[in-house]
């Protein structure tokens, strides 16, 4: 399935305005959280996004996934950056995050910018790829953007919307949550969501 959105020549022309210079807020927010329970972690639409470098200081086994090719060569090159030659606890792939799989279920996903780039008709299918990426028990990190406009992306993501997506019979609600302001004049709103068994 092809994206809706040129992903590679956005990058190559810099028109690239979702993107932060530094880790996202919630990041930082949920940084305790996520030092003490280092593990394996997926990084969907990664992006040139600092989180994945972050994730591997921090000893977690992270796996990046992006579709474009200039976001995949940085990360690899800054995941090669952490010690001679390729880090064991680091991958990038280049594929469709709705079509790629990992060799195994995972700890964690930390999701930031890829919900909110796809078509809202293809929502469903990214939560049975989220669903089936982490291990029961684990925790979607997810950052839902609110542009309060519509059409996209990136997309609204209502957080009604977000709870009927996310559903109580596949997953738990963290009841806290977080706000973290976006350099484009919008903001997320942050929660932490177990996947059922």
Known sequence: MKPEVDWE????AEATGWERDHLNPAFNEWRARFEASAGTVIVPGC?????????????WH???????ETAVAFQREQLLALGEGADPRAAVHQANVLEWQPE?????????TCLC??????????????????KPGGILAALFMQTSREGG?????DLTAMAELFSED???????????EHPAGIHELGYQLRRKP
């Open 9 to 12: 020549s956005r990058f190559r």
């Open 47 to 59: 992006g040139r996004s600092p989180e994945l470098k972050a994730f591997a200081d921090m000893g």
């Open 62 to 68: 992270v796996t990046g996934v992006d579709i474009a």
């Open 104 to 112: 195994a279920a995972v700890d964690l996903v930390y999701e930031q």
């Open 117 to 134: 780039a796809l078509n809202p008709q293809l929502w469903p299918r990214y939560e049975e790829q989220l669903h089936r990426w982490l």
């Open 153 to 157: 992306p990136p997309y609204h993501c």
């Open 170 to 180: 596949r997953w738990s609600w963290d009841v806290q949550s977080l706000h973290s």
